[in-house]
């Protein structure tokens, strides 16, 4: 087991491990179900269900009782004494705002960040980690490397992802619109599609959104950062993997005027759509073994991509030197384990993969060393220079994402705290 | 349609709906095998979550695949199941009774087979689930993505980190 599996021998392995059930033949209709109902309800408690019944009913009403008690002391407890002449004592109304002006007072659930320098990024999250819908959804703004956060402006819904060109262009991305702010944040105006947004990049001046309707196929939106004048670009069927309708989540890369999209059809048929031309036209590689398809894809420049491969229990990397116009898988020496983890790089040789550790590999993935272990479900979000990258990390048992940020190219990594 | 009138189950429908069950029930009875790893639970579980289905078909929108939707309450009934007083109480050592899958040779290979049981047994219900859909069931990460209402991505990640568990049991029961 715990050798290097193929997917078909992983499954051959837990078919004989769990093996096949004894099927009594009794077959299966809705009378039987309901017969079976009361004994399925009481199984193995040992007791004739009726008895059970009762005692539970009299248990339930006792319980009544008793916190409709416990609620009239209480309450009573509660009441304020009058203040009387000597001075009683009186409850105040208002509550001392113990936050960071800016910054919520429960906390700050990070869910996406993008920045446009080591020094300058956004952080979009939420409210607490109990709060949900558009009116708790908060963007922090940083300019001095995550030493302070000031809160700005969000669009009126529930936003799921944020990208930032520049200090004042900005993007996010709601269930089917999009939102965009040319003046840092202080306003935005939404273009709805109608269909799903499940993808957005900018680069060179240009914002790209991935578009899908339900069940059919998607297409690549376009704008230039200024206008917000959207335009439609197909993407071609004829070179996607058959029986493959949307592209593989979050490996829309864009870098210059190139564009990459990766796709899988679930058996085996697993590719790259590349463009040159900021999405014209598009041409196709293949890319990873295996039926899971590609994990992440990761752009480093123009000319160099790596991208993480499902293939069973293990993970293969595959590296491009060409602009994605071929892809190879990268020798490794070891196991970088994490199937289904995400990967960016800031060179051709420099990599990390994230999973249930980082890992980092600077001799071009010959070797991995874990930086990062004290976590778990990690997803590396990328780099902004040679140096700074982020990460979302899980610890285990927790349920809330933490920030975790590097200033080395990936050798080290610190928590974002937003207190 | 009147509210009476909804209210009024015919046989045509009751017939209808087992019709559309049928060739889904030996698939729900393997998901709660691979769950349970008891023959006779798997097939009340299975029953018991076509009842379920069954009171809540007008939950079920029209068009919509009826397989994830029923598959999710399958699962759901194993982890009722799994999480009642009863099985706490049974579930170690194994319900007496359940039929212990054969293997296939004996010597290394059976060996490893029968430590991948018990590693599966201690994965929690959620990682159990996802492997036992994947890999047991084979169905495609987008089929259970529906069946477990996450994301694609989110299998994955839930699979490789189930995966990963696995290996650093099995490692470990080399070890010792």
Sequence with gaps: MTDRLTPDALRARVRAAIGEPEMSGRGFDLGTARRRHREWRFRGWGVDPAPLRVA???????????????????????????????????????????????????????????????????????????????????????????????????????????????????????????????????????????????????????????????????????????????????????????????????????????????????????????????????????????????????????????????????????????????????????????????????????????????????????????????????????????????????????????????DDGGSTWHQVLFS | MGFAAALTVTADETADFEARLQPLYREAIRLSYGMLRNSALAEDAAQEAALRAWRSRRNLREGSDLRPWFLAIVANCCRDVQRSAWWRLRSSPPPEGSPEPVAPATGEYSAAIHDLRDALRRLSHRDRLVIVLRYYLDLPHDEVAAVTGQSVAAVRARASRALHRLRIDLESEDDA
């Design chain 1, 56 to 406: 539970g009913m009299v248990a339930l009403v006792s319980a009544l009782v008793a916190v409709l008690t416990v609620a009239l002391v209480v309450h009573l407890h509660s009441l304020p004494s009058p203040a009387g002449p000597s001075g009683g004592p009186v409850r105040s109304s208002t509550l001392q705002a113990s936050a960071t002006p800016g910054l919520p007072a429960d906390g700050f659930v990070p869910s996406d960040v993008t920045a446009v320098s080591a020094d300058e990024w956004w952080v979009l999250g939420t409210d607490g980690s109990g709060c949900a819908g558009a009116s708790c959804t908060r963007i922090l703004h940083t300019v001095d490397a995550g030493q302070t956060f000031t809160s700005i402006p969000t669009p009126p819904a529930s936003v799921v992802g944020l990208r930032f060109l520049d200090s004042e262009d900005g993007w996010a991305y709601s269930s089917t619109t999009v939102w965009s702010t040319h003046d840092g944040g202080e306003n935005w105006s939404g273009m709805d599609f109608g269909t799903s947004i499940t993808d957005l990049e900018t680069s060179g001046g240009l914002v790209y959104a991935v578009s899908c309707g339900s069940g059919s196929d998607c297409s690549l939106e376009r704008s230039k950062a200024s206008s917000d004048a959207w335009e439609n670009l197909a993407i071609p069927a004829a070179l996607m993997p058959s029986g493959a309708t949307q592209p593989e989540a979050g490996s829309l890369n864009v870098h210059g005027s190139s564009v990459w999209l990766a796709f899988s059809n679930g058996e085996g048929d697993n590719r790259v759509l590349r463009s040159t031309d900021d999405g014209i036209q598009f041409s196709q590689a293949t890319i990873c073994p295996g039926d899971s398809g590609v994990a992440s894809l990761y752009a480093v420049s123009t000319a160099d991509l790596w991208a993480a491969c499902s293939v069973g229990m293990y993970e293969e990397v595959w590296r491009s030197l060409d602009g994605g116009a071929t892809f190879a898988a990268v020798p490794l020496s070891g196991d970088v384990e994490t199937n289904s983890g995400t990967i960016a790089a800031t060179s051709v040789t420099s990599a990390v993969v994230a999973g249930t550790s980082l890992k980092l590999t600077v001799d071009g993935g010959q070797s991995f060393q874990v930086v990062l272990d004290n976590g778990d479900n990690w997803r590396i979000v990328g780099f902004t220079t040679s140096d700074a990258g982020f990460a979302f990390g899980r610890q285990p048992g927790a349920s809330s994402l933490t920030l975790w940020r590097t």
